[in-house]
């Protein structure tokens, strides 16, 4: 009992942490240009490449850039940029397709981050869209 009464109080100094991203950070984002198709392309491939075995028969697709913010982890501040979603079904080394896994791609001015969103408890509390935030 005693276990689990410091793990409920874990989870929830855990959910405290989670800073909200203010109007204010929203309205003082700065955003790269919008990525072009070869530059998501090049990306995606990239990543592909260094975390899936047989990245040439994955299939995948892509979203359209939006703006966006995510952070990896709900404490720590948020990255504004174009968010770019994936769904990739790839093969594993039998041969077999495994099922479509979203990837998240964010293209910042400080470089490009990628997100797994299976990861998340909450993705809310990572991951936003600006245009579906009420203004």
């Known amino acids: 009992m005693k276990i689990k009464l410091i793990s409920l109080i874990s989870a929830l100094a855990l959910v405290a942490c989670a800073a909200p991203v203010t109007p204010l950070e929203i309205q003082q984002a700065q955003f790269p240009a919008q990525?072009?198709?070869a530059e998501i392309n090049n990306e995606v491939g990239t990543f592909l490449k260094a975390n899936i075995p047989?990245?040439?028969?994955?299939?995948?697709?892509?979203?359209?850039p939006r703006k966006a913010w995510a952070r990896q982890q709900i404490d720590k501040p948020a990255n504004f940029g174009w968010m770019v979603v994936c769904d990739v079904?790839?093969?594993n080394n039998a041969g077999a397709y495994v099922g479509t896994k979203p990837?998240?791609?964010?293209f910042t001015k400080t470089g490009n981050m990628t997100y797994d969103p299976s990861t998340?408890?909450?993705?809310n509390?990572?991951?936003q869209f600006l245009d579906l935030i009420a203004k």
Request: include cysteine; glycine fraction near 0%; charge should be negative.
């Open 54 to 64: 047989n990245p040439e028969a994955a299939r995948k697709e892509c979203s359209p």
């Open 103 to 106: 990837y998240m791609f964010l």
């Open 125 to 127: 509390d990572h991951v």
């Open 89 to 91: 079904n790839a093969k």
């Open 120 to 123: 998340f408890v909450d993705i």
């Open 35 to 37: 990525p072009h198709q």
